[in-house]
């Protein structure tokens, strides 16, 4: 079975650009969850969704934002990017949301604003 | 948030058991305990959690005291492929009744031939 799946693995944006970074969960995993992991630092949570509706947000600016479609993908975008939004995006996937079976994450894409 | 603290790194040799601390005096009654670990360049990967009582499964065991304020991770034989930060997370319930991971900086093992 494919694990998490997020493309591309790497992007370079220049400053004031927007940006659309993808993921496919695990197949029969129905929630997708959002960090943002600066170098040096642990991922932190963006959003998390359920069955195509946001469960949660995490403390980011309005310039992110997210979708989960009905085949369970999710698209996290970023708009006006700025040198600090730099970082490794991470994707996890969950059979519910619930933490009980554990999230899976994926490789991430490495995001470099210029 | 409940929050945890780790030892910045620590060091292992190939072959022992590596015992990663971890302290969480403010936890919630209904809180569990989760550790990850993340391999350079890679995403984090799930190990063990546990509310309780003390846990073990093919990668490692988890000890958690009695009043539940900290936990050890143990990995019985470290080997090379074991280097990595090792998180440690309290669970957080949304108000949704979805829960998310809380990471701090963890600790770096390293294990060493």
């Known amino acids: 079975d494919a694990g998490v799946t997020q493309s591309p693995t790497h992007l370079i944006k220049t400053r004031g650009q927007h940006v659309t970074l993808r993921c496919s969960p695990i197949?029969?995993?129905?929630?997708v969850s959002w960090y943002q992991q600066v170098l040096g630092q642990g991922p932190q949570f963006i959003f998390q969704?359920?069955?195509?509706?946001?469960?949660g947000r995490g403390n980011f600016p309005d310039r992110f934002s997210a979708r989960q479609f009905p085949n369970y993908s999710s698209e996290l975008n970023v708009n006006a990017l700025l040198l600090g939004d730099s970082a490794l995006y991470l994707c996890?996937?969950?059979?519910?949301?619930?933490?009980?079976?554990?999230?899976?994450f994926g490789s991430g894409t490495r995001l470099t604003v210029v | 948030d409940a929050k945890t603290t780790q030892p910045t790194s620590m060091d292992c040799a190939e072959g022992r058991a590596a015992n990663l601390p971890c302290n969480h005096s403010?936890?919630?009654?209904?809180?569990?305990v989760y550790w990850y670990r993340q391999i350079h360049s890679q995403g984090p990967q799930y190990i063990i959690h546990?509310?309780?009582n003390n846990e073990t499964n093919e990668m490692a065991s988890l000890i958690i005291t009695e009043d539940r304020k900290s936990s050890t991770l143990i990995l019985p034989h470290a080997t090379l492929r074991d280097t990595a930060v090792y998180y440690c997370?309290?669970?957080?319930?949304?108000?949704?009744?979805?829960?998310?991971?809380?990471f701090g900086k963890g600790t770096m093992l390293l294990v060493s031939p």
């Open positions: 197949s029969g995993h129905k929630s």
């Open positions: 969704y359920y069955e195509k509706e946001e469960r």
């Open positions: 996890a996937s969950s059979p519910t949301g619930g933490l009980n079976y554990g999230y899976t």
């Open positions: 997370i309290v669970r957080v319930e949304m108000n949704s009744g979805y829960s998310t991971l809380t």
């Open positions: 546990g509310l309780k």
């Open positions: 403010t936890i919630s009654g209904n809180e569990y």
